[in-house]
């Protein structure tokens, strides 16, 4: 199974990056876990967050293959404890797909991501700055597989 964080915006201060790589050279090989940046709309979105959206989620979308399962990364979806992370990861493993995870940019996710979502996640009722979310999402990927595989890095508690 491979996990694919699908995340708007590039060319990011040094740290999302340290971050990020952290954790994807942690996974193994069966549960590889790879990041797919897509171009913020910047400049020719004109100031219209409507359209910076649509812009960014036309990219997001074109990024994703046709039999990935794809989680939204929303505000309004569920919260889950980092247990019940490492159980939606084993369910996610047993549907015999790959995954995939939205992150939009600062104006959020398009409408049509949201709507070609199998499933909506939320990490924090925060507002949190987009690429920390990579980051944090990365994580807990990781200490949910290692939940899966009684590995001491998680201790709950």
């Known amino acids: 199974m491979h996990l694919k964080i699908i995340s708007a915006g590039q060319r990011l201060p040094e740290w ?7 954790y994807r050279k942690r996974f193994p090989r069966e549960m590889r876990l790879e990041l797919t940046e897509v171009p913020l709309a910047g400049k020719s979105a004109q100031g219209d967050p409507d359209k910076a959206r649509r812009m960014e989620g036309d990219r997001m979308l074109g990024a994703l293959k046709g039999s990935e399962y794809v989680v939204a990364l929303e505000i309004d979806g569920k919260s889950w ?6 159980s939606q990861l ?9 995954t995939a995870f939205l992150i939009g940019g600062p104006e959020g996710l398009a409408p049509d991501c949201r709507k070609r979502a199998d499933q909506w996640w939320s990490v924090s009722p925060l507002t949190l700055p987009h690429p920390l979310v990579r980051v944090l999402v990365a994580e807990q990927l990781y200490r ?3 939940i899966i595989q009684n590995h001491p890095y998680h201790r709950a508690g």
């Open 81 to 86: 404890s980092t247990e019940k992370l490492s």
């Open 90 to 98: 084993e369910s996610w493993q047993m549907n015999g797909r790959d």
């Open 144 to 146: 949910a597989w290692t």
């Open 16 to 22: 999302v990056n340290s971050g990020f790589e952290t």
